[in-house]
């Protein structure tokens, strides 16, 4: 089992910048890739970006591309999720989430793991 634990959510303003962390622990040995998900009221969950944890490959949904960066810091089993440039359509609820294997980052059902989700909240 791994267990996630995200934090670093709050209200900000559009433009501002805000850094999202996500702590594993348990048996995170068996982790291929962490991602970041998020889920608006009403709208379905959305891939923001994953990270391949041995390469430190990177993958961006569409949304983000080019304003929010993934990192990882696999002696501490953290990864983060910067993010610059927030809009309003950037509010939602973000899950950090762990791979056990390869498969297409986007899809929310190749990740075994996932956390309670810390909320985001951009005003314009």
């Known amino acids: 089992q791994v267990q996630l634990v995200e934090s670093g959510g709050g209200l900000v303003q559009a433009g501002d910048s805000l850094r999202l962390s996500c702590a594993a622990s348990?048996?995170?040995?068996?982790?291929?890739?962490m991602g970041w998900f998020r889920q608006a009221p009403g709208k379905e969950r959305e891939f923001v970006s994953n990270?391949?944890?041995?390469?430190?490959?990177?993958t961006y949904g569409d949304s983000v591309k080019d304003r929010f960066l993934i990192s990882r810091d696999n002696a501490k089993n953290m990864v983060y999720l910067q993010m610059n440039s927030l809009k309003p359509e950037d509010t939602a609820l973000y899950y950090c989430?762990?791979?056990?294997?390869?498969?297409?980052?986007?899809?929310?059902?190749?990740?075994?793991?996932w956390g309670q989700g810390t909320q985001v909240t951009v005003s314009s």
């Open positions: 990270i391949r944890l041995r390469s430190g490959y990177p």
């Open positions: 989430a762990a791979m056990t294997g390869a498969g297409d980052e986007p899809d929310p059902g190749k990740y075994v793991y």
């Open positions: 348990g048996r995170t040995i068996g982790v291929y890739a």
